[in-house]
């Protein structure tokens, strides 16, 4: 294993990956819900159903492609080849998710999404699974984990901003909103996988991910062993109810916006622009946090102010607008610890369990922990679908006081809730610096 410290063109040329895929998963957070409801004028909850399709092919795909990155054997490595081969079928498939035809029946509908979504979403899967597990690799490094995670935030707020602002820009610049959220998803969907080609090009695996899982492994055996791993289980709850909780909030995000604030579309980057700029600069506080205290306890700290900052929303009245900038900052805050801290605490859990004697299945304990994470992305946003259906929500008018109930309570309160359902299972996460050092780099 690779305990030495890592190189800044490293770092940097892996950062370039998080921008394709950060890219990608903001656009579809914020807006996706927002682009079936009003501008492809699919029921919310023939939408929201229709996601949850993917999520029964999930519960086999990622633990079984996690099985595959740890048992390839390939001139490019195990992980790398899965980004080699797979940025262009990528790309592709991300571009089909926002071409939905005009004047679908509500059975082709759900069809259409149902199956767009499923085939992007296995791409996506095969691909950003092989490159989080080449992290665990590349150093065994407490604090240079943290450091590598660091840098990766950087290319991961720049897909954030490219998803999240400058999707509905180009919208915005085409001739019709429909044309303009096809092209955007083109113009992501080639990024994507461009970025996902320059990590196989520029980052080599470490001489350690030749040393893989025991080919007499399975994929439940595997699985099984990933599960009982303590710190994994609960790392993995934790962060699947953060995530939960955010994508909630990203995907009501323009929704609170237009008709709680009672602001235009153009107003959502504006203010998702604020956000990015308090991301942005509290990563190196996260990083210097995350360095002197134990990683639990600074995540923690961080969900409990991006908690604070979603109850404040829920308050905020239509007519003070700039009541949301309090709400913004210690969001933004909060968000720049989620992108540091977490993702530098998952090779430490696979460390413990291979210390504990199981054989070191990196692509497996990252498939799973993928899992609960698109679990988590597609159960809110479908759930945003629901509750607007189940609160009246009508696109494009007035809302009525019931559905603006329902759109405070996706952007703030029920985010609130699920963040800090997520503190007790990270303050019960047993790996610390020390514990790490001592027992389980081996």
């Known amino acids: 294993m690779n ?22 998963g903001s656009a579809i957070s914020f807006f996706l819900m927002i682009f079936y409801t009003d501008v492809a004028l699919v029921a919310p909850a023939v939408a929201s159903s229709a996601l949850l399709i993917d999520k029964v092919w999930d519960a086999f795909n990622d633990p079984l492609f996690g099985y595959m990155v ?15 081969y797979g940025a262009l079928p990528l790309a592709g498939l991300a571009a089909a998710v926002w071409m939905v035809p ?27 699974l092989s490159y989080s597990a080449m992290s665990a690799e590349m150093t065994t490094d407490y604090d240079e984990r943290t450091s590598l995670t660091a840098f990766s935030s950087i290319g991961a707020l720049m897909g954030f901003v490219l998803g999240s602002v400058a999707m509905p820009m180009i919208v915005k610049s085409a001739s019709n909103t429909q044309m303009g959220y096809a092209m955007a998803g083109a113009i992501l969907g080639l990024t994507a996988g461009a970025c996902a080609g320059w990590v196989a090009w520029r980052v080599r695996e470490p001489h350690a991910s030749d040393t893989g899982a025991h080919d007499d492994a399975t994929p439940w055996s595997g699985m099984r062993a990933a599960l009982r791993s303590r710190p994994f289980a609960l790392l993995a709850l934790g962060c699947g109810l953060a995530r939960l909780g955010l994508t909630l909030a ?15 579309k153009d107003d959502v ?12 600069l509290s990563i190196p506080m996260w990083r210097q946090f995350a ?13 409990t102010l991006a908690a604070c900052g979603f109850a404040w929303m829920f ?59 698109k679990i988590a992305r597609t159960v809110a946003i479908a759930a945003i679908g629901w509750i607007l259906q189940v609160s009246h929500y009508v696109p494009n008018v007035t809302q009525s006081q019931e559905s603006l109930l329902g759109i405070r309570l996706v ?10 359902l997520a503190l007790p299972f990270l303050w019960a996460y047993p790996i610390t610096r020390a514990r790490h050092a001592r027992a389980y780099v081996q």
Request: proline fraction near 4%.
């Open 3 to 24: 305990a030495t410290r890592l190189s800044l063109a490293t770092k940097l040329h892996y950062s370039v990956g998080q921008v394709g895929f950060q890219m990608l």
């Open 70 to 84: 740890d048992h390839t054997r390939s001139r490019h490595g195990r992980r790398r080849v899965y980004l080699i």
């Open 102 to 128: 005009s004047g679908l029946s509500p059975l082709m509908a759900f069809i259409w999404i149902a199956v767009t979504y499923t085939l992007f979403d296995t791409a996506l899967t095969l691909v950003q």
């Open 250 to 264: 990203t995907g009501a995000m323009a929704y609170f916006v237009v008709y709680q604030l009672q602001g235009s």
């Open 269 to 280: 980057p504006r203010y998702l622009g604020g956000m990015l700029g308090v991301v942005a």
């Open 291 to 303: 360095s002197r205290w134990e990683k639990n306890t600074v995540y923690m700290a961080a969900l």
């Open 315 to 373: 308050w905020i009245p239509a007519d003070k607008p700039s009541a949301m900038w309090g709400a913004i900052v210690l969001i933004g805050l909060g968000m720049g610890g989620h992108w540091v801290v977490p993702y530098s605490m998952l090779p430490d859990a696979v460390d413990f369990a291979h210390a504990s004697g199981q054989d070191r299945q990196t692509g497996m304990f990252y498939g799973l922990f993928g899992l609960v994470d």
């Open 411 to 420: 952007a703030g309160l029920l985010p609130a809730v699920f963040l800090l």
